[in-house]
């Protein structure tokens, strides 16, 4: 990657369960204690896309993929939503580190529909996603 920061296995390991195996409905990555390679913090099979944003902290920056399900005319639909989270209230050199690895990070995980950068929680709400959802072309 650009930042030298490398990818766990794991990650990409856990995204083909949710991918593949719906095993669950999020992931939330976050980078291990010295900055070098990023990691999986949570899974969680919670459907309330409430518990997800909760599960965002406020003052750290995380990456998340979400397995977004919603309703068009044809019927129930999903798409893999890629999350970029940076509060206004994370460090500075945080915020750095986790804007360089997006991209490299993001091109492993195969199969995004879509990307949603937030630095607050009304920039993530249900509403916004699912206007990207809906107007995504994957």
Known sequence: MASGIEVADVCITTFHQLKL??????????LNDDL?????????DASNYETFVEDLPKDQCRWAVYDFEF???????NKLC??????DDAKIK??????????????KLDGIAFEVQATDCSE????IVLVKA???TH
């Open 134 to 136: 809906l107007t995504s």
């Open 71 to 77: 309703e068009k005319e044809d019927g129930k639909r």
């Open 21 to 30: 195996g719906k095993k669950f409905k999020y992931i939330v990555f976050t």
């Open 94 to 107: 945080d915020k750095m580190l986790f804007a360089s690895s997006r991209e490299a990070f993001k091109q």
């Open 36 to 44: 070098s390679e990023i990691v999986v913090e949570k899974t969680s």
């Open 124 to 127: 993530i709400s249900h509403e």
């Open 82 to 87: 890629f999350v970029s989270w940076a509060p």
